[in-house]
């Protein structure tokens, strides 16, 4: 038996930054992971953006200290993650688009985000060459940016292993020993372990971890796909989000890499549920017709590869995170919505200080993303 003070499953965008700062904290922590290394499940699919700019209280408060924590983690540790402050901006063309997000605007201000609303011409500042037909304008934050995943991933895995936490690859979790709704003793197809607390940040398979405990976890991802092209000279620097739908898409967005390659990724219209990753033929012609169509001056860009990913999705849209109704040292971590990359960090620091600390200062994130809660609600900019 492996005895642990608290044990995450899951070594991905949630897992291994919330075991750094739980070690940080006094915790003696163990990562299971059924992969061979970090950030090989959802992590490797993100495309690194990490914008605050959400219609969420909660995920804005987090979001926020995710890009306080990545902004800072190569002056403070020493790691480059490239780290680029592009800022988000939603170009709009359309009536409806620019209402919704004009509306959201005071409860972002609110929250003391830097985003206002910009007229055409500044758009066509910030993205040179983008189609002025019909734009409105847009709203802009500067302040949101993008990071590498895998370079995120590997800084916090080193900083967990120096702070302490030990990481059990190619270990999947099958089964759990319970007593009296509490797990005793969690077993991987290798070995068996025990902890205080068990933490199931397992992205898209959170739902399968529940299901061993007999506990339905709402969450079912589907998958969309991403694109990178070939490097070129700098020639713009915000992550644009056309929020139009298309034939069979949703919105689609883009920016430019500190390499200088163009990372796009488009939302599927329907959702394609299920955990398959294979890219299909459908969406490197769907999104290239958009994104030339939007900004010319891609035309002669060649791409380099694509790739697919899961979104593990709630009914509402919001991560789920809490104490699990029925199994009492279970505690979830899960169904981020596409937002993980952008949400780990921050959510790390502040679980490390409710779990270890029992600070209570974080309670409205609590409240507003609780297990417990009655999905009703919608993200408004997923």
């Known amino acids: 038996m492996n ?8 070594a991905g965008s949630v897992g291994v930054p919330l075991s750094y700062y739980l070690a940080e904290a006094g915790a003696d922590v163990a990562v299971l992971e059924k992969n061979c290394s970090v950030g090989r499940g959802q992590n490797r699919a993100a495309i690194g953006g990490i914008r605050a700019t959400h219609s969420n209280p909660a995920k804005i408060k987090i979001s926020q200290k995710t890009i306080d924590i990545v902004s800072r983690i190569d002056v403070e540790y020493g790691f480059d993650v490239d780290w680029y402050r592009g800022g988000y901006l939603f170009a709009v063309y ?7 997000l004009r509306d ?24 040179p060459g983008i189609n002025s037909s019909g734009l409105r304008g847009g709203t802009y934050s500067p302040e949101d940016g993008s990071a590498s995943p895998l370079k995120v991933a590997d800084a916090f895995y080193k900083l967990a292993l120096d702070a302490g936490v030990d990481f059990h690859f190619k270990e999947e979790v099958h089964k759990f020993e319970t007593n009296s709704n509490k797990i005793k003793t ?16 397992a992205g898209g398979n959170a739902r399968d971890i529940g299901e061993l405990l007999d506990t339905d976890i709402p969450v079912f991802p589907d998958s969309h796909e991403g694109g990178i092209t070939e490097p070129v000279q700098r020639f713009f620097d915000p992550m644009v989000i056309d929020l139009r739908e298309g034939n069979i898409s ?12 163009i990372v796009f990724c488009m939302t599927p219209k329907p959702k394609i549920p299920g955990k398959d990753t294979n890219c299909t033929s459908k969406f490197l012609p769907e999104v290239i017709r958009r994104m030339v169509n939007l900004y010319p001056r891609l035309r002669n860009i060649r791409v380099r590869r694509t ?9 509402d849209g919001f991560p789920i995170i809490g104490y699990d109704p029925k199994i009492e ?36 994130i609590l409240q507003e993303l609780s297990p417990e809660r009655d999905f009703s609600g919608m993200e408004k900019l997923e």
């Not at 005895?3 to 899951?10: K, L, T, V």
């Not at 169904?335 to 409710?354: A, D, R, T, Y």
């Open 3 to 10: 005895n642990y003070d608290i044990i995450i499953i899951g």
């Open 94 to 100: 359309t009536e409806k688009h620019e209402n919704d």
């Open 104 to 127: 959201l605007l005071e409860l972002q201000k609110h929250y003391k985000l830097n985003i206002d609303w910009i007229p055409p011409s500044r758009v066509e500042k910030l993205v």
């Open 186 to 201: 969690v077993f991987t197809d290798k070995n068996k372990y025990s902890g205080d607390l068990i933490i199931n940040a």
């Open 250 to 261: 949703a919105n689609y967005y883009f920016y430019q890499n500190v390499e200088g390659q």
């Open 307 to 315: 790739w697919r990913g899961l979104y593990p999705m709630t009914p």
């Open 329 to 364: 040292n279970m505690f979830l971590t899960v169904g981020m919505c596409g937002h993980g990359f952008m949400l780990g960090p921050g959510l790390g620091e502040i679980l490390s200080e409710v779990l270890i600390d029992g600070d209570h200062k974080h309670d409205d």
